[in-house]
T-cell receptor
Framework: GAGVSQSPSNKVTEKGKDVELRCDPI?????LYWYRQSLGQGLEFLIY????????KSGLPSDRFSAERTGGSVSTLTIQRTQQEDSAVYLC?????????????FGPGTRLTVT | AQSVTQLGSHVSVSEGALVLLRCNYS??????LFWYVQYPNQGLQLLLK??????LVKGINGFEAEFKKSETSFHLTKPSAHMSDAAEYFC???????????FGKGTHLIIQP
C-alpha cells in the first residue's frame, strides 16, 4: 500500500518568506509526527498529533513554526518569516496510534533551503 | 529526559566483516530503544526495537542488538557486512509516552569491497 508522502520534495525559499510543508500519512493512521533533520542538530522531534490534536507544542523551535492537522489525515507544517537556520530536511512519520508499541513509518522528507 | 549517544559518526568495515555500531542511552528509567536505517534520499526504516521483553532483539536484514542495562547500551551488530548495508544508522529512545523519539546523531556505515 501507499506509504507516507510529503510535498514538496524540495523547496528553496528566500529568507523572510513563509513556507508550507505537507504530509499525507498512511491511511488509517491516527498518529502523525514531524521531525527536523539538520547537519548541526541531527534529528529533532518537533510535534505529534493524535487525531487532530497536538497535546504538546513545546518541541517547535520558535513561534514562527506552527502545525495543523485536519480531518485526522493531512498535516501541514508552516514556517513563517523563514531564516537560514531553518534549512533542513523535514520528516513526517505516521503510526496506527501514538505510543511506542506502534511503529512509526517515515516519509522521504522535504528538503528546505533558505537563501 | 532521554538522551542518546552514538559513538563514531563514520564506521568503515570490509564486506563480510562484523558490523558493530554503538549506542548508549541516558535515562532515569530503562527506555524503549530503536535502531533505524536511512538510505540516501529516503525516509527512516525501522530495523528493530527493544520494549522490555527479550534483551537480545533480532531485526530485519540480519541485524540484531542487545540491551545491556548495566552498560546503558544498545549496540547494533551484524555478523557479516554486505555492500547493501551502506547507509546512515540512527539509534533512538522513547520514555514510553506517546510523544516523539529522541535520536542519536547517526552513524554513517561504509562498506569496503
Amino acid at each position: 500500500g501507499a506509504g507516507v508522502s510529503q510535498s514538496p520534495s524540495n523547496k528553496v525559499t528566500e529568507k523572510g518568506k513563509d513556507v508550507e510543508l505537507r504530509c499525507d500519512p498512511i491511511s488509517g493512521h491516527t498518529a502523525l509526527y514531524w521531525y527536523r533533520q539538520s547537519l548541526g542538530q541531527g534529528l529533532e522531534f518537533l510535534i505529534y498529533f493524535q487525531g487532530n490534536s497536538a497535546p504538546d507544542k513545546s518541541g517547535l523551535p520558535s513561534d514562527r513554526f506552527s502545525a495543523e492537522r485536519t480531518g485526522g489525515s493531512v498535516s501541514t507544517l508552516t514556517i513563517q518569516r523563514t531564516q537560514q537556520e531553518d534549512s533542513a530536511v523535514y520528516l513526517c512519520a505516521s503510526s496506527l496510534m501514538a505510543g511506542v508499541s506502534y511503529e512509526q513509518y517515515f516519509g522521504p522528507g522535504t528538503r528546505l533551503t533558505v537563501t | 529526559a532521554q538522551s542518546v549517544t552514538q559513538l563514531g559518526s563514520h564506521v568503515s568495515v570490509s564486506e563480510g566483516a562484523l558490523v558493530l555500531l554503538r549506542c548508549n542511552y541516558s535515562s532515569s528509567v530503562p527506555p524503549y530503544l530503536f535502531w533505524y536505517v536511512q538510505y540516501p534520499n529516503q525516509g527512516l526504516q525501522l530495523l528493530l526495537k527493544y520494549t522490555s521483553a527479550a534483551t537480545l532483539v533480532k531485526g530485519i536484514n540480519g541485524f540484531e542488538a542487545e540491551f545491556k542495562k548495566s552498560e546503558t547500551s544498545f549496540h547494533l551488530t551484524k555478523p557479516s557486512a554486505h555492500m547493501s548495508d551502506a547507509a546512515e544508522y540512527f539509534c533512538a529512545a522513547s520514555g514510553g509516552g506517546a510523544d516523539g523519539l529522541t535520536f542519536g546523531k547517526g552513524t554513517h556505515l561504509i562498506i569496503q569491497p
